[in-house]
């Protein structure tokens, strides 16, 4: 049995023959087509003279009718800002009914009992559909760190007959039928310029070049291309190359995927993926509530609805932030990150702000919200972060750190190194380092300290976070310093070895740096005690990232590098010491 006989015979399992007209509009074949099938099933001994299936054809649809589901709805909905840090997208209200509980009653409609959700983000959240829906949950602890591939594979013994379903697509019309005969992977009818598959005239689905249908993700799998899947996602799996892969992945054999295409009307099926999608779909949605929003329309004086083009921004290392346009202005709002509350003063940074206002020093800061952490930027048009390998962007930005440090500009409160990496250890909850040296390390970065303080200092206002992707160069030419949540009263060299251990400098690149910002005029002294600071900034933010590891935040070689600063510059410092004596 083909495709097209197929998708007739299921048809007339679902509504009694009428005629060939209606027949060919349902199924979406010609009526030609629909001529030569029915002549084909009627041979095949599935289906009668009547037009009506046979016990044979019944075996065969129960071989191959849909048992099980599996819906992923483990991830963070990145996309969502600034609503994802309140809910996950599965529970998003749309049109007086949460998303995942349609999916759920479209599922139910059909007959499919067995129902598997993936979660792992706010996990919580989804712990009463256990018992309002009598599905069951799968954790994934991984949620942060891996995509949806990972999330099926803790699915895959019960990959059968079965509806793959992602949790963030809205049906306009129910997808699921009590009848499936063949696998199958469903697109849209509306051409994506960045889509990785096209339908070939045999309803395949080609791969091999952008540019073809929209991928809606919702696909269903029955034998033997679910045996292939779960074969798949074990193997895939267990290597890290495919931890920030789709599932999608395990489709693809040579230059398709192992599925037929299912094409739907792109007005039935709407992935959502940000604020405006949903706002797109539904203006009247309760999750579109966002206090966040509320408080944009606020400080600018609008209508919530003339906050428009959001768009999410690369995730920083503490906060999440996105872009946005109202009126004629772009601007940029933060939201702070997962357990961001406990790493920063958020009174602290307002009052940093304050001292800065009006100094060109910083970006326009148009909403500060001490109890909130958010905070509204005027967008800097044309603006790029300095490139660490320049020679002309270093010597700019030494410049302007010179400047700074240079106005001896004051607050009330300090940021003090060993105090916070003592902190920042604490917040671990008496877990053990992952370093398995890391008591050595510490103590002989503490035997630092002696010879930090010894050394004369100033002590001014200093950013502690001056790295090269905090240094603004704007269109107009000037130099701008942003992000200044962990600003206090310190020695301003400090900010030099932040700068050097964020590009991950080595020794040549960390004496270049110093150079350019004393104009070639370091004593000795300093330059040693820049590098006490290069070991105990390190392990500061080593132990900031451990903290952040237990919160499913991963910052890869980042981490690594500074606990390696730690050490090395250890030793750096007693080897130029050693000279001294």
């Keep these: 049995m083909n495709r097209q006989e197929a998708d007739i015979l299921k048809a007339l399992m679902e509504k009694p023959f009428v005629n060939q007209r209606l027949l060919a509009q349902s199924c979406g074949h010609s009526v030609g087509v629909v001529n030569r099938c029915l002549k084909s099933l009627q041979a095949g001994g599935l289906l009668n003279d009547t037009m009506e ?33 309140q809910y996950p997208k599965a529970l998003l209200e749309i049109r007086g009914e949460v998303l995942i509980e349609r999916t759920i009653r479209q599922l139910r409609a059909v007959g499919i009992q067995e129902i598997y959700v993936v979660v792992g983000f706010l996990k919580e959240r989804f712990e009463y559909l256990i018992d309002d829906f009598g599905v069951e949950l799968i954790v994934s ?55 990785a598959v096209r339908v070939s005239r045999k309803l395949e689905l080609l791969t091999g070049q952008r540019g073809g249908s929209q991928m809606v993700g919702i696909a269903y799998l029955t034998e033997p ?51 405006e999608q949903l706002r797109e ?53 933060r939201i702070p990150g997962e357990g961001t509350g406990k790493l920063i003063n958020r009174q602290q940074e307002a009052a ?83 370093y398995r040296d890391y008591e050595t390390t510490k103590a002989r970065v503490l035997e630092l300290r002696a010879y930090i303080d010894a050394q004369k200092k100033d002590w001014t206002l200093t950013h502690i ?63 040693i005690k820049i590098y006490c600071y290069i070991a105990a900034c390190g392990l500061l933010w080593s132990n900031w990232c451990e903290y952040k590891r237990s919160l499913g935040v991963e910052f890869g070689e980042y981490s690594l590098r500074q606990y390696r600063y730690a050490k090395e510059y250890y030793r750096i410092v007693l080897e130029e010491l050693s000279h001294e004596g």
């Design 281 to 333: 779909l539904d203006e009247n949605s309760g999750s579109l509530n966002s206090g966040a929003i509320a408080a944009i329309a606020g400080c600018l004086h609008v209508d919530q609805k003339e906050i428009t083009g959001i768009e999410v921004l690369k995730k920083g290392m503490t906060n999440r932030s996105f872009l946005f346009s109202c009126g004629a202005g772009r601007y940029i709002m």
């Design 141 to 195: 602890g991984d949620y942060a760190r891996k995509n949806n591939l990972h999330s099926l594979a803790l699915a895959a013994k019960h990959l059968t007959n079965t509806y793959i379903i992602p949790c963030d697509i809205w049906c306009g019309e129910n997808p699921f039928r009590p009848w499936e005969l063949y696998s199958w992977y469903m697109v849209t009818d509306r051409q994506d310029p960045a889509a």
């Design 225 to 275: 291309e679910s045996g292939v899947i779960r074969s798949r996602l074990k193997e895939y799996d267990a290597q890290p190359r495919y931890d920030d892969c789709f599932w999608e992945e395990t489709l693809t054999g040579g230059d398709r995927l192992l599925t037929q295409a299912r094409v739907v009307s792109a007005e039935k099926y709407v992935e959502i993926n940000t604020y």
């Design 352 to 434: 940093v702000y304050e001292v800065l206002r009006g100094k060109g020093i910083c970006d326009d800061v148009v909403l500060i919200d001490p109890q909130k952490g958010w905070k509204v930027t005027a967008f800097l048009e044309n603006a790029r972060v300095c490139d660490p390998e320049s020679p002309e962007d270093l010597k700019k930005c030494m410049e302007a750190l010179r400047r700074f440090h240079g106005m001896k500009l004051e607050v009330d409160h300090s940021f003090s190194i060993f105090d916070q990496i003592a902190f920042y250890e604490s917040l671990w909850s008496g877990a053990p380092s992952v």
């Design 53 to 85: 299936p046979t016990p044979l054809a019944w075996a065969e649809a129960r071989a191959h009718a849909p048992k099980s589901a599996v819906i992923l709805a483990a991830g963070q909905g990145m996309r969502m800002v600034p609503v994802n840090t």
């Design 465 to 527: 976070d001056a790295v090269p992707d905090n240094f603004l160069f704007t269109a107009d030419g000037q130099v701008r310093l942003i992000d200044w949540e962990y600003a206090g009263m310190q020695d301003p060299h400090v900010d030099i070895a932040m700068f050097c251990i964020y590009a991950m400098y080595d020794r040549e690149g960390v004496d270049r740096l110093i150079d350019l910002y004393f104009e070639g005029n370091c004593p000795r002294q300093t330059r």
